[in-house]
């Protein structure tokens, strides 16, 4: 790889940054519902109004392209294009994603998309969201919506962005939306994400000529706290959960349960031919990267009996979201995924 392959570019997701929440037709979305709520986030912010994209996104363009920054990834909103979660077409919605891909165009920026990015339709949360198995069949409608109202001008898209945070933080912790806990939750949630992945990559690559598609993971380098062997089967365990769990299927490899047999239980919610349904024609998958995960075992902890040792604790510098700045974490991971 050279140079010229590299592509530089931003990112922004739907509910952080548009606002009008209920506006010109749209519905609720989960994380509407989950930040309004008292004490879900800590300063009491909400998805309202934003940063107001959806009615200053020429501005936000402009200063992109201030930046001599060619590429602009951006995540569209299902209850804006489906206030239902399924069935009619609103088409504001449709009308504000074509003007923000038309003056990407015209400002000679390419356009990336992300197709989900969390915010469910709070309507289809209401059914079971993720847990859900008709979620295959309403993500695939809505796919098929989007590829072809855009795919004639889009030709970059990514299908899922971190479906281990969604599913894991939203499904399992409850610390993100929709708030749902549970071991049961997340296996539902994850495997209906990792059939998703797969179903929506099919319908790009039928709807978009010369598309080139991926699903980004938020992947983490994970390291032993010490030496010692629990230290590190604790942290082969955490590496596989937040690394391996979705990669691994996506990839036509299966679940690796090996060392996670507390999540055996996902194979109660696969149906016969499932297996031959999970693995994704991708041409590329998007690595997020933040931090580094030091662990260390703990019979405390429930399930995958390890800890995270905090950066504060090991007198490493961190950033305000406790996360450890290790820049070489970004080079191990891609080493580690070629």
Known sequence: MNISDFHWGVSSAAAQTEGAILEDGKSASIWDEFSKKEKHIQDGSNTFPGTDFYHRYREDIDIIKSLNIPNFRFSLSWPRILPNGTGEVNSRGIEFYNKVIDYCLEKNITPWITLYHWDLPQVLEDKGGWTNRDIVNWFSEYVTICTKHFGDRVKNWMVLNEPMAYAGAGY???????????????????????????AGAKI??????????????????????????????????????INNFFLYPMLGKGYPLKKLKFLNSIQKVMRDGDENKMKADLDFIGVQTYTREVVKHSWLTPFIKA???????????????????YPESIYQVLKELT
């Open 204 to 241: 790009i690559r039928n709807n978009v000529t010369n598309a080139f598609i991926g699903t980004t993971l938020s992947l983490s380098l994970v390291t032993p706290f010490s030496n010692n062997t629990k230290d590190i089967e604790a942290a082969e365990r955490v590496h596989d959960l």
């Open 307 to 325: 800890t995270m040792v905090s950066a504060k604790k090991r007198n490493a510098p961190y950033t305000q979201m406790g996360w450890e700045v």
């Open 172 to 198: 399992f912790l409850g610390v993100h939306a929709p708030g749902k806990r549970g071991r049961k939750n997340f296996v539902s949630a994850a495997h209906h994400a990792v059939l998703a992945n797969a």
